[in-house]
């Protein structure tokens, strides 16, 4: 379960990455929105398993909520799910 946890993180911080720093300027600055209709599904679908992963997770380790909530908002900010990855889920 942490292998796939930490490809989720990964895959979920690139998505996050791909989607406002490459596809939101191609869609409002070039008029081509298609790659940000892709990668903005793709990337809910990874946020979505990353917060559903990450709280069975935090559940079955029985880490407290405050870690959880550490992770849930790693994944809201740029490049917060490779900082939980190298400092909670390298060392799980």
Known sequence: ???????????????????????????????????????????????ILFVVIAAVFCYERKWSIKRFLILFVASLLPFGTFYADKKYLSKA
């Open 1 to 47: 379960m942490l292998k796939l946890f930490r490809i989720i993180a990964i895959l979920e911080g690139i998505s996050y990455l791909l989607l406002f720093g490459l596809t939101m300027p191609l869609k409002y600055w070039a008029e081509i929105g298609q790659p940000n209709k892709w990668v903005g599904y793709a990337h809910g679908v990874l946020f």
